[in-house]
């Protein structure tokens, strides 16, 4: 596979994981309770998150990422998941996805760039 591909390949990886929280969050924050199949990709994500080896570079990648930027929510990864299984999210868990969100959206304009050959 070319390089190209690889870097598209992610970039849409990415681009759907922030999709999928986006999605999430506005459903939270506005007292929505949200459907199975828009928790799903997010609970997907966070659980292979939690696989620390065993995930996907890209997961690993974006594990690195929110760890380094949103430290609290990284550290309440198990928290988080049950919170979201439960349909009881605080107001903490919110936070950690927005924070979540803004990764995932800072590596999604790094790929693009990365796309455009910048």
């Known amino acids: 596979m070319s390089e190209i591909g690889i870097h598209a390949g992610g970039y849409q990886r990415v681009s759907d994981y922030a999709r999928s929280v986006d999605r999430l969050l506005l459903d939270l924050r506005s007292g929505v309770s949200p459907d199975a199949e828009i928790v799903a990709p997010v609970l997907s994500l966070l659980e292979a998150m939690q ?19 949103g430290r609290t929510g990284f550290k ?16 903490q868990t919110l936070d950690d996805l927005e924070s979540l969100a803004t990764t995932l959206d800072r590596e999604r304009v790094t790929m693009r760039l990365r796309l455009r050959g910048i």
């Open 76 to 91: 309440r990864l198990g928290g988080i998941i049950s919170e979201l299984k439960a349909e009881h999210p605080s107001n």
């Open 51 to 69: 696989q620390e080896r065993s995930a996907a570079p890209l997961v690993q990648l974006l594990r690195l990422q929110w760890q380094s930027v």
